[in-house]
């Protein structure tokens, strides 16, 4: 069966300094990948989806970047995080061609920027 | 564009009432539509989707959602409230055709379910 793991789950960063969540999945082969992110009293905002390696589309212009570097690995990242920043992160995945397979999430990353 | 309206940011009900979570959407086609469930503090987890076919779909837990194309709705239904039920709820939408799944979530419903 297909599992994703992302991490760390809980992080407390100051302003301007750098991040990096890790999100992998095992039990499957070329997925879609996806960062969502959800901020407090807000619904979920899709800020990255990748269909390959290497391969990044971006949804929303902000301060974070995300990157590929292999299969079944999808990073989120930023050089200097803002307070704005905060917020619950949310890996996810699908099996790749039809739009409707089922998106899967991860448990999510909770960060806060002080 | 895509829209998900559902109403109602909080619905409280008693442990073996009905329990109802409306959502609407915008659609210039008809869409795929999805509930998640959000316990606190954990990711997202898929109740159950429509795509095509029967429009009264079943899901995990007891739930259960109907698509009706007339009045671009797709309402979260359960018989008889638990209190493991608790959470919030978020109804989404995709449209066919895109070669990736970039959902349109609604703003969410946080289910209250009181003794």
């Known amino acids: 069966s297909q599992t994703i793991h992302q991490w760390p789950a809980t992080l407390v960063q100051p302003v301007g300094s750098p991040l990096s969540l890790e999100c992998t999945v095992e039990?499957?082969?070329?997925?879609?990948l996806y960062w969502y992110r959800q901020a407090a009293g807000r619904g979920l905002q899709l800020l990255f989806y990748?269909?390959?390696?290497?391969?990044i589309s971006s949804e929303v212009p902000q301060n974070l970047s995300a990157s590929r570097p292999q299969d079944r690995q999808f990073i989120l990242s930023s050089k200097k995080l803002l307070l704005s920043d905060s917020g619950f992160y949310l890996c996810?995945?699908?099996?790749?061609?039809?739009?409707?397979?089922?998106?899967?999430f991860g448990e999510g990353s909770w960060l806060t920027v002080v | 564009a895509q829209s998900v309206t559902q109403l109602g940011s909080h619905v409280s009900v008693s442990e073996g009432a009905l329990v109802l979570l409306r959502c609407n959407y915008s659609?210039?086609?008809?869409?795929?539509l999805f509930w998640y469930v959000q316990y606190p503090n954990q990711g997202l987890q898929l109740l159950l989707k429509?795509?095509?076919?029967?429009?009264l779909v079943k899901g995990i837990n007891g739930f259960e959602a109907e698509f009706k194309k007339s009045e671009t709705s797709f309402h979260l239904t359960k018989p008889s409230a638990h209190m493991s039920d608790a959470a919030e709820y978020f109804c989404?939408?995709?449209?066919?055709?895109?070669?990736?799944?970039?959902?349109?979530f609604g703003q969410g419903t946080i289910l209250t379910v009181h003794p």
């Open positions: 039990g499957t082969s070329n997925p879609n």
């Open positions: 990748s269909v390959g390696i290497g391969q």
């Open positions: 989404a939408v995709l449209s066919p055709g895109t070669s990736y799944g970039k959902l349109t």
């Open positions: 996810a995945w699908s099996t790749a061609g039809g739009a409707g397979n089922t998106i899967y």
């Open positions: 659609s210039s086609v008809p869409p795929y």
């Open positions: 429509y795509t095509t076919g029967a429009t």
